[in-house]
């Protein structure tokens, strides 16, 4: 595999979790205005799309293989964790 081969695998290995990443604090910003106020929406967005890529990985590595529904289960749980701790944090 070249580089430009292993550049657009990682990429679509990392797609789900910015995308979900992205919606997640997106949603959050709108429905959560108050709560959320002080945090930017970037903030949100990248920090929930490394939870997001860090169960990618687990996920890949605990089952050998990518896609797995289970691993997109635990991955939208692990966005939606992100603002909402921020939510619950003093």
Do not use: E
Not at 17 to 27: D, E, F, H, S
Not at 30 to 43: D, G, T, V
Not at 56 to 77: I, K, P, Q
Request: aromatic share 14%; with cysteine.
């Amino acid at each position: 595999m070249d580089a430009l081969g292993f550049f657009w695998h990682l990429a679509n290995f990392l797609a789900p979790a910015i995308g979900v990443g992205a919606l997640t604090a997106a949603l959050c910003k709108l429905l959560w205005r108050k709560s959320l106020a002080k945090a930017p929406w970037f903030m949100l967005a990248w920090q929930s799309s490394l939870a997001g890529a860090i169960v990618l990985a687990v996920g890949l590595l605990a089952t050998g293989h990518d896609g797995r529904m289970g691993t997109y289960v635990a991955l939208v749980v692990a966005c939606a964790f992100v603002p909402w701790w921020r939510t619950v944090r003093p």
